[in-house]
Structure formats: structure tokens, C-alpha cells
Nanobody, 117 residues
């Protein structure tokens, strides 16, 4: 069962930046497309950025041009660089395979991002 450990969240003002990291315990990490997901209270978890095992990326419309997803397969680590943050980006951010569940049923604890003045 893979374990994901997300970090890097925090409180930031609108327009600010954060860099999230996710370390996966599974050595097959490099074989899978991976994604960052986010969830707000009362809403379903949604994907915001995807990166294939080969490095191709795709973004949800609301974050395109502001977020950059990347990966370091040697370190089993996924990153999300977030710029020009908006209050509506406030959420708990998680990483997982894309589609989710390909590395097991588990989710990490997530990392909280709060964008507020």
C-alpha cells in the first residue's frame, strides 16, 4: 500500500506563491501519471494538475498559467508550484496517481493551503 506525504502548504496572501511537495513510498511511482487534487468542505475532490510518466502536463482551466506540476522520479517526489494565488485556491491539496487509486486505495493527509489577506 503506497503512502503519500504532502507538505508545503500554509497561509499566503492573494497574489502570493507556494510550492507543494509530495513524496510517495511506492517505487513504481515513476511508471504512473500523477496528479495534484484539491478538496474544499462539502465538495468532491477534484484534480487540478496532471503529469504523465514522460513529463507531459495538463491543467484544470482555473489554474492553467498559474500552477506548474513537475516530478523527480529518482526521489519519488511530485511538486506543484503555485503562483498568483487566489482566495478560491484555498483547499486541502493531495497527490495521487491519475486516475487515482492505481497505486493503492490510500490518500495522504494532504496539505492545507489558505489564501487570505
Amino acid at each position: 500500500q503506497v503512502q503519500f506525504v504532502e507538505s508545503g502548504g500554509g497561509l499566503v496572501q492573494p497574489g502570493g506563491s507556494l510550492r507543494l511537495s509530495c513524496v510517495a513510498s511506492e517505487s513504481d511511482f515513476s511508471l504512473y501519471a500523477m496528479a495534484w487534487y484539491r478538496q474544499t468542505p462539502g465538495k468532491q475532490r477534484e484534480w487540478v494538475a496532471v503529469i504523465t510518466h514522460g513529463g507531459s502536463t495538463n491543467y484544470e482551466d482555473s489554474v492553467a498559467g498559474r500552477f506548474t506540476i513537475s516530478r523527480d522520479n529518482a526521489k519519488n517526489t511530485l511538486y506543484l508550484q503555485m503562483y498568483s494565488l487566489k482566495p478560491e485556491d484555498t483547499a486541502v491539496y493531495f497527490c495521487n496517481s491519475f486516475p487515482s487509486g492505481l497505486l493503492g486505495d490510500g490518500w495522504g493527509q494532504g496539505t492545507h493551503v489558505t489564501v487570505s489577506s
